[in-house]
């Protein structure tokens, strides 16, 4: 069966600092995965996608992903993290396109 | 960029009425669009595929006669609460995705419905 997981439900990070946040999925066939970034009351924008090819995807506002097929993981970072990139994170998995699998999100912090 | 528009952002009705959704792909034609409910703090829930010119799709436990759907033109998709209890108060989303070649979905900015 689909799924996405996010292990981590809170992050909190200093500004500056590093940032991985983490995704789990489990498909049987190749994925297409997906980060989202949600602002309180606010809809999802899309961060990055990866279908195929580099396994490492560049995305907005300094975020990229890497692709790991051995882990089943798609793991978000940003070098340097910026007080306005506190928000919610959400992974999700499209398959076939037409139905996708959202993981649990992670709420980062951003310390000042 | 691909763009979807929805309204209202905020709608507050009395108990026992009906509340419309629109969502509204701005540059792109979408033959599919989703529904969403989002519960405070938690991950999105998938109510219902719009197929356009088709009777929507949706998950289970939602109850279809509840969730009205109406997907008219490859643009436009409607989302009606209807007999609306303060247990329908939520935020809801939808989403659409370009119906040319691979993409993904893009989101509106969400309806938070709170029923008195």
């Known amino acids: 069966a689909q799924s996405v997981t996010q292990p981590d439900i809170h992050i909190t990070v200093s500004e500056g600092a590093s940032l991985e946040l983490r995704c789990n999925y489990s498909?049987?066939?190749?994925?297409?995965l997906f980060w989202y970034v949600q602002s309180p009351g606010q809809g999802l924008q899309l961060l990055l996608k990866?279908?195929?090819?580099?396994?490492l995807v560049q995305g907005i506002k300094g975020f990229e992903a890497e692709f790991k097929r051995s882990q089943s993981s798609f793991n978000l970072r940003k070098p340097s993290v910026h007080w306005s990139d506190a928000a919610e994170y959400f992974c999700?998995?499209?398959?076939?396109?037409?139905?996708?699998?959202f993981g649990s999100g992670t709420k980062l912090n951003v310390k000042p | 960029g691909a763009v979807v528009s929805q309204h209202p952002s905020r709608v507050i009705c009395k108990s026992g009425t009906s509340v419309k959704i629109e969502c509204r792909s701005l540059?792109?034609?979408?033959?599919?669009m989703f529904w969403y409910r989002q519960f405070p703090k938690q991950s999105l829930m998938l109510m219902a595929t719009?197929?356009?010119?088709?009777?929507?799709?949706?998950e289970q436990g939602v109850e279809k006669d509840k969730f009205l759907i109406n997907h008219a033109s490859l643009t436009l998709s409607t989302l009606t609460v209807t007999s609306a209890h303060p247990e329908d108060s939520s935020f809801y989303i939808c989403?659409?995705?370009?119906?040319?070649?691979?993409?993904?979905?893009?989101f509106g900015n969400g309806t938070r419905l709170t029923v008195t």
């Open positions: 989403s659409a995705r370009d119906m040319k070649g691979n993409s993904p979905l893009h």
């Open positions: 498909y049987g066939a190749t994925p297409y």
């Open positions: 990866y279908f195929s090819g580099d396994t």
């Open positions: 999700a998995l499209g398959s076939n396109f037409n139905k996708f699998y």
């Open positions: 540059d792109f034609q979408a033959t599919t």
């Open positions: 719009s197929n356009e010119g088709s009777k929507a799709t949706y």
